[in-house]
């Protein structure tokens, strides 16, 4: 029944060229395009260009402008945008090394060898496929069809975005939603639609994967990225959270590429370069910005999961400095895989071997540090960065104002109050959605060990190589402050939330990322023959979880029309039962069900 998905593909693949192109020609308005490697091009314009389509249907389903041809028309407009831009840019950098007499080259690829490329694609290409065919199967959990789902549906049905005081969770920031709501519209089918739209959000799992292959890149090696992505695309929380139209999926990501972005600004900050003194000196905090206010966009906690250690990074970055600066001959002058001239892009020292902490050539040889008071130039920074926040996150805050005067609402109701929300709903609300208890003792043993081991969907790769990050000689003080990250994410999701183990999804990527450099913290044939045999055996036993139904509802190829009718059944099946038992033109309605989808 493979046929059967190829409306839903084309749905889908349509709004994510549209995402690609859109957020290829705001990076090249920003005029970062040029600094940025094609892994970071990549995933950046894919985390912008989703959030950018979500605004623009939250503004045009307010609107109530909901019409499938103009849809398409201007998600073909952005993708062939975004197209001209890197062919032109392509074009350039052909003419100029045919000038020069060389050939054009991609950086950092030619670091990993081919036989490594292959192996990796070999191992991730069961998974990537299984998202990829298990995102367009129907939903069978509770809150998908209570609302992830249903308030798209509702709002595609009544042909406007609206106030619904019978819902209150469509009253959240719906960032991923309005994705699902977007394929509705071009699919021409609230149903079909929404398996389109679950594909869609399949796609922040391979995205989040070049965000940590360009991370590792540049803060250990293209080895550790490549590494890093592997281990996450395999771990079964990832292909089960991209077959579930939940918010966590786009917030794991728009977390992951924030850290990215807020790391190129730090690293900017520590080794200044030529390149950066223009307005990009600027536009990278505000890059940061869009990008942890896109995850705040996905669901509230993203305020405490991107948006204040994003932000806290960037300030102590401002007012951390060096007495003195690297030198200069540790900048690497290369060419930019989309420019048509050479960028400083302060990478690491080009080294074959680890380099020792605080010796020559190393990034923390740059001096003492040493704090100081904030300037007028610190508060544009942090203006920029929240500038990008509030572009990302303000429309959702600023509806929920004028429809219930509350820009959180449901949330903060002792301080600012909401329309159809009172004392005893909200009591009801804290008693369901906050921490049962603070048992330090507990939190020491069944918490801790709940999120790193027992897990029933955790890859045991994350925290066996996790920890190997700290033996690393290069590069330290980023591993450090991504521990300081993975703790406060834990610490956050213990202290601030109803503890659901999804609620700490956004902690996977950040574990991928310093697995990656732990495996790669050390070196001999031996050391990467045992690495290499764990990896494989890991994969193979998580894919066994994917393909047997552990990790979630994994018919993958089945008929759509009769999985469409045995998740429906599945939803209630006292009412299937007896609709079998009453008259052929009667159904039984059952008042106050909450899945409705």
């Known amino acids: 029944y493979l046929p059967q998905r190829f409306p839903l593909m084309l749905t889908g693949g349509l709004i994510l ?26 995933a950046f314009a894919g985390g912008l260009g989703l959030a950018g389509l979500s605004l623009l249907m939250l503004v045009s389903g307010l609107a109530g402008v909901m019409d499938r041809g103009l849809a398409i028309a201007a998600l073909l407009l952005a993708g062939l945008g975004g197209l001209a831009v890197v062919l032109r840019d392509r074009r350039q950098r052909a003419e100029n090394s045919a000038a020069a007499g060389t050939h054009p080259a991609s950086r950092l690829a030619d670091s990993i060898p081919g036989w490594l490329w292959a192996s990796a694609l070999v191992v991730m290409l069961p998974f990537l496929l299984s998202i990829l065919l298990g995102s367009m199967l129907p939903s069978t959990d509770f809150d998908v069809k209570e609302y992830h789902l249903q308030g798209p549906k509702e709002f595609y049905q009544n042909g406007r975005i609206g106030f619904l005081p019978h819902n209150v969770y469509t009253s959240f920031p719906f960032l991923t939603e309005m994705l699902s709501l977007l394929a509705m519209v071009v699919h021409g089918d609230w149903m079909k639609g929404a398996l389109a739209g679950k594909l869609v959000l399949s796609a922040f799992a391979p995205l989040s994967a070049l965000g940590l292959y360009a991370m590792g890149s540049r803060w250990h090696s293209a080895a550790a990225g490549l590494l890093a992505a592997m281990i996450f695309l395999t771990t079964p929380w990832v292909y089960r959270i991209s077959t579930i139209a939940y918010a966590e999926g786009g917030l794991s990501c728009y977390v992951l590429l924030s850290l990215a972005a807020g790391g190129l600004c730090l690293r900017e900050l520590a080794e200044p370069s030529a390149a950066m003194r223009s307005r990009a000196c600027y536009t990278l905090p505000l890059l940061a910005g869009l990008l942890a206010g896109s995850g705040m966009a996905c669901k ?10 994003v932000g806290v990074l960037l300030l102590a970055g401002r007012l951390r400095t060096a007495e003195t600066k690297i030198p200069q001959e540790h900048a690497l002058q290369e060419q930019t895989p989309q420019g048509d001239s050479p ?147 834990f610490l956050s999701w213990w202290l601030l939330t109803h503890r659901l183990d999804r609620f700490w999804i956004p902690m996977i990527p950040v574990a991928a990322l310093l697995a990656g450099i732990g495996a790669m913290s050390f070196r001999g044939r031996l050391w990467s023959m045992a690495c290499g045999t764990a990896v494989v055996l890991a994969a193979l036993f998580n894919l066994t979880i994917v393909t047997s139904g552990a990790a979630g509802y994994n018919a993958l190829l089945i008929d759509l029309d009769y999985s469409l009718e045995w998740t429906a059944q599945r939803t209630a099946r006292g009412v299937a039962s007896l609709n079998q038992l009453v008259p052929t033109d009667s159904l039984v309605l059952c008042v106050g069900e909450a899945q409705v989808f």
């Open 300 to 309: 509230y906690p993203g305020l405490i999961s991107a948006v204040i250690p």
């Open 343 to 489: 960028a400083t892009i302060p990478l690491r020292p080009a080294a074959t071997e680890p380099v020792e902490a605080g010796a020559a050539g190393s990034t923390e040889s740059i001096g003492k540090k040493r704090w100081r008071w904030p300037t007028r130039a610190d508060a544009f920074y942090l203006l920029a960065f929240s500038a990008g926040v509030l572009l990302a996150v303000g429309p959702w805050l600023l509806k929920n104002l004028i429809e219930t005067g509350n820009p959180v609402y449901p949330l903060a109701w002792t301080i600012f109050g909401g329309a159809d929300w009172d004392a005893a709903l909200n009591g009801r609300w804290r008693a369901a959605h906050s921490p049962a208890d603070y048992d330090v003792w507990r939190l020491l043993w069944f918490w801790t060990t709940d999120v790193t081991i027992r897990n029933d969907w955790l890859s045991a790769l994350l925290y066996a190589l996790a920890p190997l990050a700290w033996f690393t000689r290069r590069h330290r003080l980023q591993v450090r402050w991504l521990w300081g990250i993975l703790g406060w994410l």
């Open 17 to 42: 060229f549209a995402a690609w192109g859109a957020g290829t020609l705001l990076l090249e308005l920003l005029g970062l395009r040029s600094l940025l490697l094609w892994a970071e091009q990549t």
